[in-house]
């Protein structure tokens, strides 16, 4: 995410726009209190739509920040649990092997 | 060697919300190096069902043909396993099979397939959520070095994402087991869930699956991969799904 040249938002605006309408729905309060115990907060995607549409009529150089900025907050949120386990580097070599039984089989 | 799972899904069909008395019936029942030692002598368990109509293998195998096209949760499970190199073949990697008790499903690591309960899958939705519920499990074993056999926070973690992820602890479902609670009520749902699945594959205490659950937790109830958030619905998964196909 460097100039603005070939550079477009995270996400498409109406990606945001479904995002915000979904965080301010009765549902979503419901879903997030049954969850979290408190209410949702919805004023980021509310944000990062104003930027997303800042961007596509104006082409601003403090939009294109705001997103990446955003979206990189949203990034390393998920990532900043410890892992119980060691990531593979590569999948398991037997994940497609023939089962053993059908190779008695045939 | 006798084939064990490494996790599984601990819980009666939703149209007989038992509540308290279905963690009994597991609980009298807790032979789990045992619950599917009936794999081996049954050897291809198709034959012989086949000459009936609507057989449970057949209904077992038109429901997960249905799960694996239509189902939002499902299908990005599905997207996720293939971008890690372990792409699903539902004649390898699906069998449909009977189980002995309560068990709906598990997930076999050793032969790297998903067993689903003919006998105890009764519906779509059901079928729906234990397809998700052990994706969730081959997508972990596929994505890192899970010690399911030998470690039971591993096997705990795990059991954690998919109570956490699959919509076994929705709020609807839990109204159908009868437990009834609202603020946050979900991670406790997904801790008890959790621990009554470590205790339907492992021959552990009640005391040692809860220590694994609550060392595990925090990191293991957030972590969200493949999805990204937790999927309280299909809107929630179609979203998901959306964002996973674009987040390169």
């Known amino acids: 995410m460097a100039d603005g040249g070939g550079w477009r938002p995270p996400r498409p605006c109406e990606a945001y726009r479904a995002e915000w309408k979904l965080c301010r729905s009765a549902g979503h309060f419901l879903h997030h209190y049954y969850v979290h115990g408190e209410r949702p907060t919805c004023e980021q995607w509310r944000r990062d739509l104003m930027s997303c549409r800042d961007w596509e009529e104006r082409r601003s150089a403090d939009a294109q ?6 979206e990189r907050a949203r990034v390393q949120a998920a990532q900043k649990h410890a892992l119980v386990w060691t990531p593979r580097q590569s999948p398991p070599t037997d994940w497609h092997l023939p089962l053993l039984q059908e190779e008695k089989d045939e | ?34 619950v599917f030692s009936e794999r081996q002598a049954q050897g291809k368990p198709q034959q012989g069902f086949l000459s009936s109509f609507f057989s449970n293998n057949q209904k ?5 043909l249905k799960t694996l096209q239509t ?6 499970l599905l997207d996720a396993m293939k971008h890690s190199g372990c ?17 709906s499903g598990g997930f076999d690591a050793s032969t790297s397939q998903i067993v689903l309960c003919q006998n105890n899958i009764s519906n779509q939705a059901h079928m729906n959520r234990v397809v998700t519920h052990e994706l969730i499990h081959a997508f972990d074993h596929c994505r890192a070095h899970v010690n399911w056999f030998t470690n039971v926070k591993h096997l705990a973690c795990s059991e954690v994402r998919a109570a956490n992820l ?8 839990e109204i159908f087991r009868l437990h ?7 991670q406790t749902c997904v ?36 999805f990204g958030r937790i999927p309280h619905n299909k809107t929630y998964a179609r979203y998901a799904h959306r964002d996973f196909q674009n987040r390169d």
């Not at chain 2, 189902?71 to 990005?76: M, Q, R, S």
């Not at chain 2, 009834?180 to 979900?186: D, P, R, S, T």
Request: glycine share 6%.
């Open chain 1, 65 to 70: 920040r705001s997103l990446c900025e955003s």
């Open chain 2, 60 to 64: 077992c195998q038109l429901m997960l």
């Open chain 2, 1 to 34: 060697a006798a084939v064990r799972f490494a996790g599984g899904m601990a819980e009666a069909p939703d149209e007989r919300p038992q509540g308290p008395a279905a963690e009994e019936q597991l609980q009298q029942q807790r032979v789990p190096c045992q």
């Open chain 2, 87 to 103: 792409a699903v073949n539902r004649e390898r990697h699906f069998s449909c099979e009977d189980c002995s008790g309560n068990v």
């Open chain 2, 180 to 186: 009834f609670g609202l603020k946050q009520h979900h």
């Open chain 2, 191 to 226: 801790r008890d869930r959790a621990i009554l699945s470590i205790l339907a594959v492992r021959n552990v205490s009640r005391e040692v699956a809860q220590k694994a659950v609550d060392e595990v937790f925090e990191s293991c109830f957030n972590d969200h991969e493949p």
């Open chain 2, 166 to 173: 699959s919509g076994d602890c929705s709020l609807i479902n």
């Open chain 2, 71 to 76: 189902n939002p949760y499902v299908k990005l």
